[in-house]
């Protein structure tokens, strides 16, 4: 049983590059999100997924894009990196909403040039 | 809107002695409140949670937290520190009316001392 894991673990892109995030659960949970996380400021959710095929908005979704391919996969897309996005990335996942507590990723370090 | 206060970005305390990292939240109704804990390069690990219930919540490693609903509160509290307890801490809240997002508060960072 591995939880949350997260590819890669460390990424360094150019300013308007493009990449996506994998994150992967295996606890069979019906809820996953992508946080970020800057010095001082917390994590901060850019999406989540409710359930399997649906997706919404968090607090700082511009310049992501994300898919819950399946009900184990949440990926996230940035299409074109800026240096604003440099953060650490967390995926997480629930057994539902609420008052479930989540299960975290140990995260990706994205460094943009 | 919900949100989270922590009270002090950077806490020290020596072994041995009582830790207490402050949490105050908003919310229009009955919160679920959380404490997690990082430590360096990893992800974030539950300590405990409120739901509903005793408002004294005892989690993993020793520490615990109250509900106080009246002060809007949920101080984690450890009586005598370990140098293992260094480490990020960061409250968050949830509520029925947030669906799915949890507000995490900006952390306190706690340095044991020897």
């Known amino acids: 049983n591995a939880g949350v894991t997260q590819t890669p673990k460390f990424q360094v892109l150019k300013t308007g590059q493009s990449m996506t995030l994998q994150c992967a659960q295996d606890?069979?949970?019906?809820?996953m999100y992508w946080y970020r996380q800057d010095p001082g400021m917390g994590l901060r959710l850019i999406y989540y997924s409710a359930s399997e095929g649906t997706t919404d908005k968090g607090e700082v979704p511009n310049g992501y894009n994300v898919s819950r391919l399946n009900k184990r996969e949440f990926s996230l897309r940035l299409e074109s990196a800026a240096p604003s996005q440099t953060s650490v990335y967390f995926c997480a996942s629930s057994e539902a909403i609420g008052s479930y507590e989540q299960y975290f990723g140990p995260g990706t370090r994205l460094t943009v040039t | 809107a919900q949100s989270v206060t922590q009270l002090g970005s950077h806490v020290s305390v020596s072994e041995g002695a009582l830790v207490l990292l402050r949490c105050n939240y908003s919310s229009s109704v009955p919160p679920y409140l959380f404490w997690y804990v990082q430590y360096p390069n990893q992800g974030l690990q539950l300590l405990l949670k409120?739901?509903?219930?005793?408002?004294l919540v005892k989690g993993i490693n020793g520490f615990e937290a109250e509900f106080k609903k009246s002060e809007t509160s949920f101080h984690l509290t450890k009586p005598s520190a370990h140098m293992s307890d260094a480490a990020e801490y960061f409250c968050?809240?949830?509520?029925?009316?947030?669906?799915?997002?949890?507000?995490f508060g900006t952390g306190t960072s706690l340095t044991v001392i020897p």
């Open positions: 968050a809240v949830s509520d029925d009316n947030t669906g799915n997002q949890f507000y």
């Open positions: 606890m069979n949970h019906n809820s």
């Open positions: 409120y739901t509903t219930g005793a408002t």
